[in-house]
C-alpha cells in the first residue's frame, strides 16, 4: 500500500494550473519544458533559461498564461 504526501495542483481545461503560483523566494516551477525559480519578493520575477541557454525572466501573468506546474511535464 502505498501512501502520497505529495501535493498536487488541479489544471484546467487549457493546462495551466488553477492554484496560485507559489511565493517564497527560491521556489522552483516548470513551464515549457523549463525550471524558473522566484527571484525577490517584491517585484519579484522568475528566472530561467530559454532553449538556447539563454536568460529568461517572466512574471507571474507570463507564466499562467503559458501555463506551470509544480514538476516537470
Known amino acids: 500500500m ?5 501535493t498536487t495542483t488541479e489544471t ?3 493546462g495551466a ?3 496560485d503560483l507559489p511565493t ?11 525550471s524558473y525559480v522566484l527571484e525577490g519578493v517584491r517585484g519579484a520575477r522568475w528566472a ?4 538556447r541557454r539563454r536568460a529568461r525572466f517572466l512574471t507571474d501573468a507570463d507564466l499562467r498564461r ?8
Not at 2 to 6: A, F, Q, V
Open 66 to 73: 503559458r501555463g506551470w506546474s509544480h514538476r516537470p511535464r
Open 24 to 34: 517564497a523566494p527560491r521556489s522552483v516551477v516548470w513551464s515549457g519544458g523549463h
Open 17 to 19: 494550473d488553477q492554484a
Open 48 to 51: 530561467g533559461v530559454d532553449d
Open 2 to 6: 502505498s501512501t502520497d504526501t505529495s
Open 12 to 14: 484546467d481545461s487549457s
